[in-house]
């Protein structure tokens, strides 16, 4: 067969990669599970996510590793001010190596790519380091999808008004329940105390031995700032409790919408629309988060409910086998009767139960 004159001109010369033939649209690199180590990546502490955005500050005096925020805490006077002069605030998306994985305030991530902070940059999350909490409801008791509130906060501060609106003892009973689940410290943040005592509501935890402060509005916040000074702590309670006037009061700057209750329903306004972290001139970090009307907590096992209500813990180890706690034959009614507990407790108790069959809890 006689040669073309195209073949004769290649075996002339040498064959180069313009001469091989690729089908459009198939790689010739072969696949691979080796990902990049992103050796140089700069850890960030993540304090707002917006629609796939995360804010992340990056630079000295962040919350490290092993979660301790004193360790963060700059030094104090010119070196203080130059390290905070030193951080910058970076915008980065979520890289899609990560997958799925969900990204959420105050956690502590690596980041690549642009990270001066500029205007329209935009740098990538790699990774997400591991956490020593995670705070979770679900949108209510039926529901087995966890909703991640926030990450690595070592204190829950449980903030409800004692009066406009009325204090909600289940709600708060909820979110005990959430704390002890995230092994997170409980801090009760009683507000408007010029407008009704405290004394029934402390009397109904104080023997449970959870710690709380009283708030007089105008009144110094030493005792509040005191205790979450050094501390990551997130700020968790229904709307118009008085959360965003808090935290303007703990850091001035930053101006968080506030609102009234409303006279009709006896109901707050949304006027917080998303978690943000923010740093305390004391030291220590503050997260406030939305207003909620309802802390699901399906993810929370029976046990793990009965576990958050010691009082009532020690005398379920009498209850028949697989008992609901629910039935006429469980000890804990026994234990009750005895004196040994508050009645209101074992209601709290058994409202919680029922609430994760479908039942409603206000």
């Given amino acids: 067969m006689r040669e073309t004159i195209g073949a004769r001109a290649l075996r002339k010369r040498q064959y180069d990669e313009d001469d091989v033939r690729v089908r ?20 960030g502490f993540v304090v707002a996510v917006d629609r796939g955005r995360y804010t992340c500050l990056v630079g000295p005096g962040i919350p490290r590793i092993n979660g301790d925020a004193r360790a963060a805490r700059p030094a104090k006077g010119a070196a203080r001010r130059a390290g905070k002069a030193e951080r910058t605030l970076v915008v980065a998306m979520k890289a899609r190596e990560l997958g799925r994985k969900g990204i959420v305030v105050g956690d502590r991530v690596a980041i690549v790519g642009d990270v001066t902070g500029q205007p329209d940059t935009l740098a990538r999350i790699v990774r997400v380091e591991e956490r020593d909490s995670m705070l979770r409801r679900s ?8 909703r991640p509130i926030v990450a690595n906060a070592d204190q829950l501060v ?8 009325p204090p909600r003892p ?9 704390a002890f689940d995230a092994d997170i410290d409980p801090l009760l943040c009683l507000t408007k105390s010029d407008l009704a005592p405290p004394d029934q509501l402390v009397s ?3 023997p449970l031995g959870v710690p709380y402060v009283v708030v007089e509005k105008g ?29 303007n009061a703990l850091v001035p700057q930053a101006r968080r919408a506030v609102s009234h209750v409303n006279a009709v329903t006896g109901r707050g306004r949304h006027t917080s629309t998303s978690a943000v972290a923010l740093e305390l001139p004391e030291g220590g970090w503050i997260i406030d988060t939305p207003g909620v009307r309802s802390f699901g907590l399906a993810h929370v096992s029976v046990e793990t409910v009965l576990a958050a209500f010691p009082d009532l813990n020690e005398a379920a180890v009498d209850c028949p086998k697989g008992c609901t706690h629910l039935g006429d034959d469980c000890a804990l009614d026994r234990f009750v009767a005895d004196g040994h507990c508050d009645p209101a ?18």
């Fill in 24 to 43: 459009p649209g198939k790689g010739s690199r072969p696949r691979t599970r080796v990902r990049p180590a992103h050796d140089a990546a700069v850890e």
């Fill in 139 to 146: 949108a209510d008791d039926t529901d087995d999808i966890e």
């Fill in 158 to 165: 449980i903030v409800t008004a004692l009066a406009d609106p």
């Fill in 170 to 178: 289940r709600m708060i009973d909820r979110m005990l329940v959430a």
């Fill in 204 to 206: 109904q935890y104080e």
């Fill in 219 to 247: 009144s110094p916040l030493g005792e509040l700032r005191e205790r979450v000074t050094d501390r990551i702590s997130v700020l968790v309670g229904h709307s118009g409790v008085g959360k965003s006037t808090l935290v």
């Fill in 345 to 362: 407790r074992l209601e709290s108790l058994r409202r919680l139960l029922a609430s994760r069959e479908g039942s409603d809890d206000d």
